[in-house]
């Protein structure tokens, strides 16, 4: 039987295991659909603000690459849930000198926009004229942004991580 494919990695001995592509999609692929939905969200106030908002959360994500990542465990490994560790080593060097919590919850707000952004712009919008499509962009992206995200992160993504102890991620409820 052709053996699943799995990554390999050089620090493999510091995280000794590595994730499926499969969780590594199943990670990314809702934050990915958030994004298009806050996109298409904003974009019904201004095209341009939608423009702004996806640029945002691509910025977002590079600053979680850049100011988080090189402080944790997983950092130029595959077993991280999410696969940024392996991306995260491709920008930017190793870091240390700093505590992994203290440096998540000091740069995790960064990403809070993403989140809050188009919610309430589709309620401002919903409340000054109903669209009952911009009321299904809105619903669905509170489902998957408040609920399916962090579930997945919790009962998949990040269930098995030998460092949950220590991320204020997964220690936040
Ligand atoms: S577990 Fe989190 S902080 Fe660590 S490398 Fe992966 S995404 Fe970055």
């Not at 692929?29 to 603000?49: M, R």
């Not at 930017?92 to 990403?111: C, D």
């Given at each position: 039987?052709?053996?699943?494919?799995?990554f390999v990695s050089t620090?493999?001995?510091?995280?000794?295991?590595?994730?499926?592509?499969?969780?590594?999609?199943?990670?990314?692929?809702?934050?990915?659909?958030?994004?298009?939905?806050?996109?298409?969200?904003?974009?019904?106030?201004?095209p341009l603000y939608g423009?702004?908002?996806?640029?945002?959360?691509?910025?977002?994500?590079?600053?979680?690459?850049?100011?988080?990542?090189?402080?944790?465990?997983?950092?130029?490994?595959?077993?991280?849930?999410?696969?940024?560790?392996?991306?995260?080593?491709?920008?930017?060097?190793?870091?240390?000198?700093?505590?992994?919590?203290?440096?998540?919850?000091?740069?995790?707000?960064?990403?809070?926009?993403?989140?809050?952004?188009?919610?309430?712009?589709?309620?401002?919008?919903?409340?000054?004229?109903?669209?009952?499509?911009?009321?299904?962009?809105?619903?669905?992206?509170?489902?998957?942004?408040?609920?399916?995200?962090?579930?997945?992160?919790?009962?998949?993504?990040?269930?098995?991580?030998?460092?949950?102890?220590?991320?204020?991620?997964?220690?936040?409820?």
């Amino acid at each position: 039987m052709k053996e699943k494919r799995r990554f390999v990695s050089t620090n493999q001995e510091r995280c000794r295991k590595s994730i499926p592509l499969a969780l590594v999609l199943l990670d990314n692929v809702p934050t990915l659909i958030l994004f298009i939905l806050g996109t298409l969200i904003v974009s019904v106030l201004n095209p341009l603000y939608g423009t702004f908002y996806i640029i945002y959360s691509a910025f977002g994500i590079f600053w979680f690459w850049a100011k988080i990542c090189p402080y944790c465990a997983h950092y130029d490994t595959l077993s991280c849930p999410c696969g940024y560790g392996f991306i995260s080593a491709k920008l930017s060097k190793r870091k240390t000198g700093k505590e992994f919590k203290k440096v998540f919850r000091a740069n995790i707000g960064i990403l809070f926009p993403c989140w809050f952004i188009p919610p309430a712009v589709g309620t401002y919008l919903l409340l000054d004229y109903f669209s009952f499509y911009l009321l299904i962009y809105v619903v669905l992206f509170c489902i998957i942004g408040f609920l399916i995200i962090p579930l997945i992160s919790k009962l998949a993504g990040c269930r098995n991580c030998e460092i949950k102890e220590d991320c204020p991620w997964m220690n936040k409820c």
